[in-house]
């Protein structure tokens, strides 16, 4: 098998993935310092992670005047490399389990 899990930073064991949900790449902190953002404990697992807590954004996008177009709530659990996307979620894959592809 493959990492579908990437570190960025060791010391807040920052892991990104290609969320196969919503196409964008989300990341989390997974060690708990003085970061003061979100952080979610997992597995350890680079192959097949999982997540203690669901993992929900926001995403915007914007006009050229710096307005908000819109907004796409992405919220999944993640489980032996698998994401699950909770019902609040506003894009197509609401109350589907998606894998999370490898990094390649
Ligand atoms: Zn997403």
Redesign the pocket.
């Known amino acids: 098998m493959l990492n579908v899990f990437k570190i960025l930073d060791a010391d807040t064991g920052r892991v990104a993935w290609r ?1 196969p ?4 790449l ?1 990341a989390r902190e997974t060690v708990v310092r003085d970061f003061p953002g979100p952080w979610n404990p997992w597995n350890g697992d680079m192959e097949q992670p999982t997540f203690e807590k669901n993992v929900r ?1 926001r ?1 915007h996008s914007h006009n050229e005047d710096g307005s908000i177009k819109s907004v796409i709530v ?1 919220d ?1 659990t993640i489980t032996d490399g698998v994401a699950t996307f909770i019902n609040d979620t506003s ?1 197509e894959f609401a109350g589907q389990s998606l894998p999370i592809q490898p990094w390649v």
């Not at 949900?21 to 964008?24: D, V």
């Open positions: 969320c949900g919503c196409g964008k989300h954004y995403l992405c999944s894009h």
